[in-house]
Nanobody
Framework: QVQVVESGGGLVQAGGSLRLSCTAS????????MGWFRQAPGKEREGVSC??????????ADSVKGRFTISRDNAKTKNTLHLQMNSLKPEDTAMYYC????????????????????WGQGTQVTVSS
């Protein structure tokens, strides 16, 4: 059974930093592209970042480019995805979700939520002004 679990959310002041983590079990993490999405109250879910299974291809939404960094650790003891978020703004406040999709291509880094197969329950990020 596949499980995707996010952690690391919390309350932070504007300008601060948070590091989100996502662990995935029940799948061969090495061959899964991973993504981060977020959804603010009253808004649609939006793609924040994704990373191919090799780590060689990444994507960032324009709104987070230069502030957020996605990374992954494919070591079997970790199977972890991270999102380092710096210079946080109140508009970054949202529930953040981690998602996974199987991929044979080392460059596959899907930006649409509809391409992902497995989702976590989310972790709340709140940025105060």
């Amino acid at each position: 059974q596949v499980q995707v679990v996010e952690s690391g959310g919390g309350l932070v002041q504007a300008g601060g930093s948070l590091r989100l983590s996502c662990t995935a079990s029940g799948l061969t993490f090495d061959y899964y592209a991973m993504g981060w999405f977020r959804q603010a109250p009253g808004k649609e879910r939006e793609g924040v970042s994704c990373i191919s299974w090799t780590g060689g291809n990444t994507y960032y939404a324009d709104s987070v480019k230069g502030r957020f960094t996605i990374s992954r650790d494919n070591a079997k003891t970790k199977n972890t995805l991270h999102l380092q978020m710096n210079s946080l703004k109140p508009e970054d406040t949202a529930m953040y979700y981690c998602a996974a999709v199987a991929s044979y291509s080392g460059d596959y880094c899907p930006t649409s939520e509809y391409e992902y197969s497995y989702w976590g329950q989310g972790t709340q990020v709140t940025v105060s002004s």
